[in-house]
């Protein structure tokens, strides 16, 4: 099956169908904006920057190696450069879902405390399968700082902008390093008590 490589930010807006980027290197995406082809039932993809949505009611299977990313209860997924994914959509459910989609190239992070920390965020490996999941007050918690994002995205590019939205992506990667520390913890503990 062929694999797909998008290389930029601009690349993935058009193979969706989207608006132009406002930054070449930065994009935030509503999903309901997102367009998939009716024929389109399996995509093989590699993108080139690393990807946070936050999305319910997704029609579709995400695999994101050799493993099918588990969305039974999480709402967020987190993908690395270089990454082969693949999306099977179900044809009875085509929809878009809600949520937003972040893609930052790594170019953005240069000469940034995030391109040297990003890495030990552990949720864009392959071995993480499951996406995260978030009770009502933290999803309000990400939900504020993607619309804090959103908000600096879409003022004139000044040189505060790269400064103010790296600050945001630190801030929304601790809170859900901190609620995927939590989910780990809860299953495990659940986990334990059935057996």
């Given at each position: 099956?062929?694999?797909?490589?998008?290389?930029?930010?601009?690349?993935?807006?058009?193979?969706?169908?989207?608006?132009?980027?406002?930054?070449?290197?930065?994009?935030?995406?509503?999903y309901s904006q997102v367009k998939f082809p009716d024929d389109e039932n399996t995509t093989n993809m590699v993108i080139d920057f690393y990807s946070?949505?936050?999305?319910?009611?997704?029609?579709?299977?995400?695999?994101?190696?050799?493993?099918?990313?588990?969305?039974?209860?999480?709402?967020?997924?987190?993908?690395?450069?270089?990454?082969?994914?693949?999306?099977?959509?179900?044809p009875d459910s085509l929809h878009n879902g809600t949520g937003y989609l972040?893609?930052?190239?790594?170019?953005?992070?240069?000469?940034?405390?995030?391109?040297?920390?990003?890495?030990?965020?552990?949720?864009?490996?392959?071995?993480?399968?499951?996406?995260?999941?978030?009770?009502?007050?933290?999803?309000?918690?990400?939900?504020?700082?993607?619309?804090?994002?959103?908000?600096?995205?879409?003022?004139?590019?000044?040189?505060?902008?790269?400064?103010?939205?790296?600050?945001?992506?630190?801030?929304?990667?601790?809170?859900?390093?901190?609620?995927?520390?939590?989910?780990?913890?809860?299953?495990?503990?659940?986990?334990?008590?059935?057996?």
């Amino acid at each position: 099956m062929e694999v797909i490589r998008i290389k930029s930010i601009t690349e993935y807006h058009r193979f969706r169908g989207l608006p132009k980027p406002e930054h070449p290197l930065v994009s935030l995406v509503d999903y309901s904006q997102v367009k998939f082809p009716d024929d389109e039932n399996t995509t093989n993809m590699v993108i080139d920057f690393y990807s946070i949505a936050l999305k319910r009611d997704i029609g579709a299977k995400l695999y994101y190696g050799q493993q099918v990313y588990d969305f039974d209860e999480g709402i967020m997924s987190f993908i690395a450069p270089g990454q082969v994914l693949r999306l099977e959509q179900d044809p009875d459910s085509l929809h878009n879902g809600t949520g937003y989609l972040l893609q930052i190239h790594p170019d953005f992070l240069w000469n940034s405390s995030l391109a040297k920390n990003i890495k030990s965020y552990t949720f864009f490996d392959y071995s993480i399968n499951e996406a995260l999941f978030l009770s009502e007050k933290e999803e309000n918690t990400i939900v504020s700082i993607f619309e804090n994002i959103r908000d600096e995205y879409h003022t004139n590019i000044d040189r505060f902008t790269q400064d103010l939205i790296i600050a945001q992506i630190e801030l929304l990667l601790k809170y859900c390093d901190r609620y995927y520390s939590r989910q780990f913890l809860t299953r495990k503990i659940s986990s334990h008590q059935i057996l």
